[in-house]
C-alpha cells in the first residue's frame, strides 16, 4: 500500500465509508432471503409460524440484532451522503459519522430491549 | 457486451440511486419502528398476521419500500462490482437488471402475503 493510501484510509470519512459499503452488501444479500421468509405466509398463518419457530433461537436473534443495526447505521450513513452532496458544502460532515454510530448503538439497544420485553 | 458503461447512464444511475435513498431514509426509519413493536412480546405467525392482513396502508407503505429498495439495492451492488471486483462492461448492468427483478418480484409477493386478507 503506498503511503498515501495509508494516509487517506487512517481518517473518519473513509471508515464511514467502508461501514456504508460492507453494511450495504450485507442488506442488499439478506434482502432476497427476508422476502422469502416473509413469503411463507402466502401458503397460510402456519407456514409462517412454523418458519418464524425457526428462527427463535439466539443464533438467529443475534444475526437480526447485527442486521438491524446495520440497517441503521446504512441510513444514517446514506443521509450524511446526501448532505454532503446537495446541501451547501460545509466539509465531509464528520459529525455525521459520529451521529451514525450512535444511531446504530441506539438502534441495537433499542431491538434488544424490545426483545427482552 | 463488454462495451463501459456510458457517462449519461453512470450519472441517471447516481440520480437514481439518490432518489431512491431519499424515500428509503424515511422507509427505514418507519421500518425500524415496527420492527421493535413488533419483537416485543416474541414473533408468531398470528400476531404479525393480525396486524398486516387488510391493513391497506402498511401494505402500501411497504409496496414503496420494495420499489425503492429494486432501485437502490442493484445500482450499490453494481458500484461495488465494478470497484471492488473491476467489472464494469454492460454486463454488469444485466446482472443488475436481473437482480431487481428478482428483488422486485419477491418483495411484492412477500407484501402481498402478509396483507392480502
Known sequence: MKRNDMRARNHAAYWAFLIHRLSGLALA????VHFWALGHAIQGEAALDGFLKL???PLFKTGEWGLVILL?????GGVRLLLIEFRPWTGLRK??????LGAGLCAGLAFMLSLFS | MNKAISVGTQARLWYWQRLSAMVLALCVVGHL???????????????VLARTRGNWAFGAFYACFVLACTVHVPI????IAEE??????RGVVTA?????????????RAVYAVVMP
Open chain 1, 29 to 32: 444479500l439478506f434482502l432476497p
Open chain 1, 55 to 57: 428462527t427463535d433461537n
Open chain 1, 72 to 76: 441503521s447505521l446504512h441510513m444514517m
Open chain 1, 95 to 100: 459529525d455525521w459519522v459520529a451521529f451514525s
Open chain 2, 33 to 47: 419502528i415496527v420492527i421493535m413493536v413488533a419483537v416485543r412480546g416474541g414473533l408468531s405467525g398470528a400476531e
Open chain 2, 76 to 79: 450499490g451492488l453494481m458500484r
Open chain 2, 84 to 89: 471492488w471486483l473491476a467489472w464494469r462492461s
Open chain 2, 96 to 108: 443488475a437488471w436481473l437482480f431487481a427483478a428478482v428483488l422486485g418480484l419477491a418483495g411484492l
